[in-house]
């Protein structure tokens, strides 16, 4: 498989000298591996970090900006970051007020952010944790006990980011996160299997003319593989496991989110069989995004992530957001 | 090849009912295909209309909005729409002064946007043309007479449209978006062939282990093949091509742009490169955007886009823009 790379072990460091340059809004420490936005530490604000396995882009390095993230630590391809990059983090946008760790439920994100806690309240940092875990294809899978935590992130990112920005104290938006994540589901398909630059070749074999319903954005297993199926029976399938989970009573927020290789034409043609799903089984949409923001390299396939919100949430996912991957309102 | 699609007649169709529901700003017409923003026509403000093939996306629909264009045209994949959509796109949002197309220089769209003018032009419509013909890869090529137009499109579009915005007259648009274009030039390469959802394969041939210098967006022939290179390599090769045609006096403007499939991860570590030679040829870079915005379908590679900007077009490119594709300031 051919990448746009100089060699597998720089890939990490090349692309945040890349965000720099594009981004003189963050500070990219490119050595320690950090991301803050520029102006951290916002006085009295309650601060937000997140991170993980890098191959997920824009998420999460090119979600930090006013409105949402104040640091991202990126890991090594698929690989948890550690907890030192997470402390780092957390000790540059900490104002005081405390800082919320944006945890995707993966076994080694777990620990090495449960360990930066321990470390920055050692430090006297305020800590609050909240777990996203939105996937609804399996429980328990190849890097996860219990459920995977996939487009879910950026509703949270995004809706307790605002809540920050606008002064909330640390229990309330740690609160306002937790319900985000209650409240989103999502299911993934996808069409090819994905090839990290360290290993060169697809992570899996997934034959043509078949597809994996269930996917996870590591390449890992899902819940079964079928011959082809068309975007309508896909949206089906997709928006039916979600609403069996979820069982909204609210309107929902739609992700129709790209796995990366898909382009954007088919899935804005794909959001409108997700529509038509919904539309069928009575459920309001307030607001959609169509796009690649949770990622998983080049693997070709889309997510479909429901969030139920009331007036509240709906007025926090308008406020506006200046960063990288999503800007609106200002 | 396997795509998130229903049968290939329907691609654009369902692409655009798919916008309609992400985009309630925008007027999107499903069977004439043409998307318009929801206010036009804007009284006194200059309108612009572009269109091509679709399978490019963002580009055009998804550069409609406030600050960029009035209304776009897309054709079947990889075709240039009929001048029946143009005209019921300039007809939609004139309102009295006039309308400038946008033309990227491949025979159909040239043809086309011509029969268009007149057409409009014997409604009473007044017309400029400008022609985007960016790319320093080839002269002439399979759909081209003279040079491709490219990534520089995205420039034109978003600098003239600020031009319109703030109420300059069409003969002012009409030669800032000549100057833009005339001020940049594009160089892309292929790491994979592009599919479109009527053929289902490959629509060329590219072995493993090699890429294509100076190819297109529809996967039509480049300058040479040659032995895979790495990103610093391309880089090298890319930036040269450019500065060798445009040498520029002035700061440039930067798009690193993305053909579909290569992952943003890549795209940021491309950057780093382009933003190292730049550095090293004495070229200052006055801003960067770094994604996937010109594109073709599911090619993996990547364009890089110069544009030198005096201080009034700095002030254009910085103008709040809104639209699916690229948002800020507002």
Redesign the interface.
């Known amino acids: 498989m ?6 597998p072990e ?3 460091a ?6 720099a ?2 981004h003189p809004e963050l500070t990219v420490d490119v050595d320690n591996r950090v991301i803050v936005r520029r102006d951290a530490p916002v006085a009295g604000k309650v601060a937000l970090v997140s991170g993980g396995g ?2 997920h ?2 998420l999460h390095g ?1 979600f930090v900006g006013p409105g949402m993230l104040s640091a991202a630590c990126p890991g090594e ?1 698929f690989t948890s970051p550690v907890p030192d990059q997470m402390l780092r983090a957390a000790a540059a946008v900490d104002s005081g007020a405390g800082v919320l760790f944006i945890v995707k439920n993966y076994t080694g994100d777990v620990l090495n952010f449960d360990m930066a806690a321990e470390l920055a309240e050692d430090e006297g940092i305020q800590i609050a944790k909240v777990l996203v875990n939105d996937d609804v294809a399996v429980t328990d899978s190849l890097y996860t006990a219990g459920r995977r935590g996939t487009g879910a992130t950026l509703f949270v990112e995004k809706i307790a980011g605002a809540a920050a920005e606008e002064g909330q104290p640390l229990e309330r938006v740690e609160a306002v996160a937790r319900q985000i994540n209650e409240s989103s589901r999502s299911f993934g398909v996808a ?2 299997a994905v090839t990290t630059p360290a290993k060169g070749s697809p992570t899996f074999d997934l034959p ?2 078949e ?1 994996e319903l269930g996917i996870g954005i590591h390449g890992e297993p899902g819940r079964e593989r079928r011959a ?1 199926m ?3 029976e ?1 949206a089906d399938f997709a928006v039916h496991a979600v609403l069996e989970d979820l069982q909204p009573r609210n309107p929902v927020l739609v992700l ?1 989110n790209g796995m ?14 997700v ?1 038509r799903v919904l539309g069928e089984r009575g459920v309001a ?1 307030a607001r ?3 796009g ?1 923001y949770v ?1 998983s ?2 693997m ?3 997510s479909v992530t429901l969030c139920q919100v009331d007036e509240e949430v709906l007025r926090l996912w308008d406020a506006p957001v ?1 960063t990288p991957g999503l ?4």
């Open positions: 051919k990448m746009l790379i100089n060699v720089t890939v990490v090349d692309a945040l000298r890349g965000m340059a594009a890098s191959g882009e824009p090119g391809v069409l090819s043509p003319g597809l082809m068309t975007s309508r896909i129709v990366g290789a898909t382009p954007l034409l088919e899935l804005y043609g794909f959001n409108a069989e529509q949409v959609t995004l169509v690649n990622t390299l080049d070709a396939g889309a200046r800007r609106w309102g200002v």
